[in-house]
């Protein structure tokens, strides 16, 4: 993260203080569904449902401002965290997909919204990079932005505890981005059909790059993303380049072939030579301006057709 960023970050907390569908796989597919969840209403796990109007008291407040400095103090890898403007009760948060997963280089979006009764019930999270509610990017990460997780009370598993932090919370999640997640299913610690951890590893790889990089760095869904993620995003884009452009052309033979769900979920057709273009575009336009009296141009990446 840029220092002038982490600088922007503490001091927007301490005013905070200051003021106290595609056709059907042709591959023989295990038929199988997603196992049901403990039953949650919407409103019991969305920040961003419809929720009752009440005036947190100081001991929630004080414990939000408190969870907040420690990220900025000691920022998880990876974990970057910015308050909502209006809302010290909203939490906007980015995850930047871990080395060596089919998560690698994407920037995934989340809205937390603590309880008036926090740190007594756990924060309500929604994954927002989603493809406009279209991609599962994981097991326990739906397509509705759920995220399924034992602590947030929306999986089975080891209860919520007050000793829990934004931290932790966003660690947990972090942990879910592996690099295998096929295996995150339960039931699925073996692979049900030769080659399926590959074949969903090369799906999420896909659709990490297609929507989680150059969705969100387009804002292809128009997301309200905080200027500071957006900013974020942007350097760590350019850092992650040659990651990109090496994935795509390596990956450029699969253009136009369907993708085999392990799941039997339906999915679309592979795009990296699309992907490619755009990745060059945007590099292209994320390239600093010249210096003023400068006599020699920023090489940029070479157009394929």
């Not at 401002?65 to 974990?79: C, L, S, T, V």
């Not at 080395?99 to 019930?121: A, C, S, V």
């Not at 969705?215 to 997301?223: A, P, R, S």
């Amino acid at each position: 993260m840029a220092e002038e960023t982490v600088n922007d970050l503490v001091k927007a907390t301490a005013s905070l203080d200051d003021d106290d569908d595609e056709e059907s796989p042709s591959l023989d597919i295990v038929s199988f569904e997603y196992p049901s969840l403990p039953e949650v209403s919407v409103t019991d796990w969305n920040p961003l449902a419809p929720h009752e109007d009440v005036q947190p008291p100081p001991q929630c407040m004080l414990r939000i401002k408190r969870d907040m400095m420690a990220i900025y103090n000691e920022p998880p890898p990876g974990i970057l965290v910015v308050p909502d403007e209006g809302d010290l009760t909203l939490v906007h948060a980015l995850i930047t997909g871990p080395f060596d997963t089919p998560y690698e280089g994407g920037f995934f979006y989340f809205i937390l919204r603590f309880p008036h009764d926090y740190p007594i019930k756990p924060p309500k999270v929604k994954l927002m990079t989603t493809g406009g509610a279209k991609v599962r990017f994981n097991p326990n990460l739906y397509k509705c932005g759920k995220v399924c997780l034992s602590i947030l009370g929306t999986w089975s598993g080891p209860a919520w505890s007050p000793a829990q932090t934004l931290s932790s919370v966003l660690i947990s999640i972090q942990s879910l981005l592996t690099d295998k997640p096929y295996h995150n299913e339960p039931g699925f610690e073996r692979e049900r059909l030769s080659g399926d951890v590959a074949r969903y590893n090369d799906i999420i790889q896909h659709e990490t790059l297609r929507v989680a990089v150059v969705g969100m760095v387009d804002n292809d869904f128009l997301l309200l993303i905080p200027e500071p993620l957006r900013d974020a995003m942007d350097e760590s884009f350019l850092q992650f380049y040659d990651f990109y452009e090496n994935l795509a052309q390596s990956k450029i033979k699969l253009t136009g072939t369907q993708m085999q769900d392990p799941f039997g979920e339906k999915r679309g057709n592979y795009e990296y030579a699309m992907l490619l273009q755009r990745l060059k575009r945007i590099y292209n336009r994320l390239q600093p301006p010249p210096s003023e009296g400068s006599t020699s141009s920023t090489s940029t990446p070479e157009s394929t057709d």
